[in-house]
């Protein structure tokens, strides 16, 4: 069994996300989110759609299935996403920020059947020294 994850890359025109299902722990995540920036444009440009295709180049699998886009709608948020999606563990929401000239990361966790926890909100480079322990 995987620890699953959504991630939803966000910027002024929308949310777009993706799914994968294994090693989706911040310590696995924030390898990640590293790996996506290899496949996107650089910073400081920063598209959420195309962050969001260069996730799913990046971590899938060759055989396939372990990674994929979501649907996304303009009538759509997280909280629907989330909603339909109450058996994933974690959730995270990346942004770019113009300040640091980097990736934020919040990261939710499930706490129950329908019930979700902020348990961090950071940049991505200090997620990648928080959690690097962990790995």
């Known amino acids: 069994m995987g620890t699953r994850a959504l991630y939803f890359f966000q ?5 777009y996300g993706a799914y994968k299902h294994y090693d989706n722990y911040p310590s696995g995540a924030m390898w990640f ?3 996506a920036k290899e496949y996107a444009w ?18 899938k699998a060759k055989g396939g299935g372990d990674c994929r886009l979501l649907r996304m709608f303009d009538d759509t948020s997280i909280d629907m ?3 339909d999606h109450i058996w994933c563990d974690y959730y995270y929401v990346i942004k770019y920020n113009r300040d640091i000239g ?3 990361v919040t990261i939710f966790q499930s706490e129950g059947c329908d019930t979700w ?7 991505h480079q200090v997620m990648l020294k928080a959690y690097a322990v962990a790995s």
Request: charged share 25%.
């Open 102 to 104: 980097d990736l934020h």
């Open 42 to 59: 650089p910073f400081p440009r920063f598209e959420a759609d195309d962050c969001a295709v260069g996730f799913v180049a990046a971590n």
């Open 11 to 15: 910027d002024s025109d929308g949310v």
């Open 81 to 83: 996403v989330m909603d």
């Open 117 to 123: 926890e902020q348990i961090a909100s950071m940049p």
């Open 33 to 35: 989110i590293e790996n």
